[in-house]
T-cell receptor
Framework: SQLAEENSWALSVHEGESVTVNCSYK?????LQWYRQKSGKGPAQLIL?????REKRNGRLRATLDTSSQSSSLSITATRCEDTAVYFC???????????FGAGTRLKVIA | EAAVTQSPRSKVAVTGGKVTLSCHQT?????MYWYRQDTGHGLRLIHY???????EKGDIPDGYKASRPSQENFSLILELASLSQTAVYFC???????????FGPGTRLTVL
């Protein structure tokens, strides 16, 4: 079983709407990262949230972390077509600098 | 700006042949990683390295070797390529302290 996984395979929203991607993980972590991967590109980190943090923001992005339920969410407000991408959560699998990625959620923003 | 480059960007190999994928980083990072990406599996760690001349096995190392001859360079070697190794391969680097990895653009490998 995966140590990190997003809870939705694919989502579709209209431009301007908000959307939330959820992630669950199975081990204790030091930090959780959210990455975005656009078509044909490598992943790029959006937000890093440490285990002692509950919320982190980056512009239109907001990540939350609930260590008791071992879950995280990434919310995007006022979505744009360029937000169309695959969104991954990744954990540090216990702090040994080996990162575990979920399978990703494919988000499509429709104009 | 942090930069990770990969070569080649695309490759077609024959079953049983040897394939070498190369990665170069100018970030001055100690940690480097090789992942493969298959549809539905996200990114899976093959090998990683935290210092030159040393490599560590990741979660799916079978069928792959890695080489880190210098801090900047990290190679992934498929000695006997197989059909199941058709995938997109990503290299990444990290300084090991801020939990951020910088990814290269990927290499699309097709084994026929």
């Amino acid at each position: 079983s995966q140590l990190a996984e997003e809870n939705s395979w694919a989502l579709s929203v209209h431009e301007g709407e908000s959307v939330t991607v959820n992630c669950s993980y199975k081990t204790s972590i030091t930090a959780l990262q959210w990455y975005r991967q656009k078509s044909g590109k490598g992943p790029a980190q959006l937000i890093l949230i440490r285990s002692n943090e509950r919320e982190k923001r980056n512009g239109r992005l907001r990540a939350t972390l609930d260590t008791s339920s071992q879950s995280s969410s990434l919310s995007i407000t006022a979505t744009r077509c360029e937000d169309t991408a695959v969104y991954f959560c990744a954990t540090d699998a216990g702090g040994n600098y080996k990162y575990v990625f979920g399978a990703g959620t494919r988000l499509k923003v429709i104009a | 700006e942090a930069a990770v480059t990969q070569s080649p960007r695309s490759k077609v190999a024959v079953t049983g042949g040897k394939v070498t994928l190369s990665c170069h980083q100018t970030n001055n990072h100690d940690y480097m990683y090789w992942y493969r990406q298959d549809t539905g599996h996200g990114l899976r760690l093959i090998h990683y390295s935290y210092v030159a001349d040393s490599t560590e096995k990741g979660d799916i190392p079978d069928g792959y070797k890695a080489s880190r001859p210098s801090q900047e360079n990290f190679s992934l070697i498929l000695e006997l390529a197989s059909l199941s190794q058709t995938a997109v391969y990503f290299c990444a680097s990290s300084d090991g302290t801020i939990y951020e990895q910088y990814f290269g653009p990927g290499t699309r490998l097709t084994v026929l």
